[in-house]
């Protein structure tokens, strides 16, 4: 089996996401204080959420790489779907607590320093936007969650950007919580999508890009094949799958029919570019002992 470069580009890419957010939330805590901004403080605390979210992120996706052992017969692919989990909810509550604050200021606005806004918005949206960027390619469903945090983070910097520059003309409170609704309510939206995608994989659902009544339909007709079983598509964490299924031979009288059979059923599979499969072949007098899907 080759090696995976897709997965060494997940680890540098969450890497790089991570000291970038780490490092701008220091930049952003001393900067809100300096600028005397709670909004931009109580920003950096939101960020600090995201950084150890995101080194949560890298750690697990780091761990899926190991190789499989006793204790995880699968290896550890399955750990980045963990961390793609974690991440989906850490950013719903944080899109709650969001949106509890900004309703909060509709009724009391604040006043804010456009000035000071302004330039870290820029810095947020440069440093978000280049490691959202960095993360958009990203196959894992990990790395589509933790882009979504920093999606996130650059449509908010985008809104702060915008209002404080109205606000240097005109001193309308109330854009910035409605601002900041509208995108949070957009990025909850889609993270929910991407949770309910990954519950999907948690609960070893059919990969929606395979379509297992063609499998079988392919399967039956390859010569000897009479009928299936406890066919199962699932995947590991949302790139690799596995294939298994017990398949019932007819009308064997040699040895090397069976292994014809069993080498035309590969070569389809070998199609569909499962990560594993399983093939279990059973004669046409055989009963298997597990009677039901």
């Known amino acids: ?62 761990k899926s790489k190991q190789d499989s052992s006793s204790t995880f017969s699968f290896g550890y692919r399955r750990f980045s779907l963990l961390g793609a989990l974690i991440n989906s909810l850490v950013l719903i509550a944080g899109s709650i607590y969001v949106i509890y604050e900004a309703v909060g200021r509709l009724f009391e606005p604040e006043h804010s320093d456009a000035d000071g806004m302004i330039i870290f918005a820029i810095i947020g949206v440069a440093v978000n936007g280049y490691a959202a960027y960095k993360l958009s390619s990203g ?20 809104a702060v950007l915008v209002v404080a520059i109205i606000l240097k003309f005109e001193d309308i409170h109330y854009l910035d919580p409605a601002l900041s609704l509208l995108i949070t309510m957009y990025i909850l939206w889609n993270v929910v999508k991407r949770l309910k995608e990954t519950l999907f994989i948690f609960l070893q659902g059919v990969p929606k890009e395979i379509d297992l009544e063609e499998i079988k339909r392919r399967l039956l007709e390859v010569d000897k094949v009479d009928s299936m079983h406890h066919t199962h ?37 070998k199609e569909y570019s499962f990560e594993h499969y399983t093939i279990e072949t059973e004669l046409d007098n055989e009963t298997c002992e597990l009677t039901h899907d």
């Open 1 to 62: 089996m080759g090696h995976d470069h897709s997965h060494d580009n997940s680890g540098k890419n969450l890497k790089l996401a991570f000291f970038l957010n780490l490092g701008f939330t220091i930049l952003e805590f001393f900067g809100g204080i300096y600028v005397n901004s709670v909004a931009i403080v109580s920003d950096a605390v939101h960020d600090l959420g995201d950084s150890l979210s995101l080194g949560t992120s890298w750690y697990l996706d780091k």
């Open 139 to 158: 196959k894992t469903m990990n790395e589509k969650v933790v882009s979504w945090h920093l999606l996130e983070d650059v449509l908010g910097w985008v």
């Open 233 to 269: 598509v699932w995947s590991l964490e949302g790139e690799h799958h596995v294939f298994t299924a017990h398949i019932k031979l007819k009308y064997i009288t040699e040895f090397r029919e069976i292994l014809a059979a069993k080498r035309a059923v590969k070569d389809i599979l």
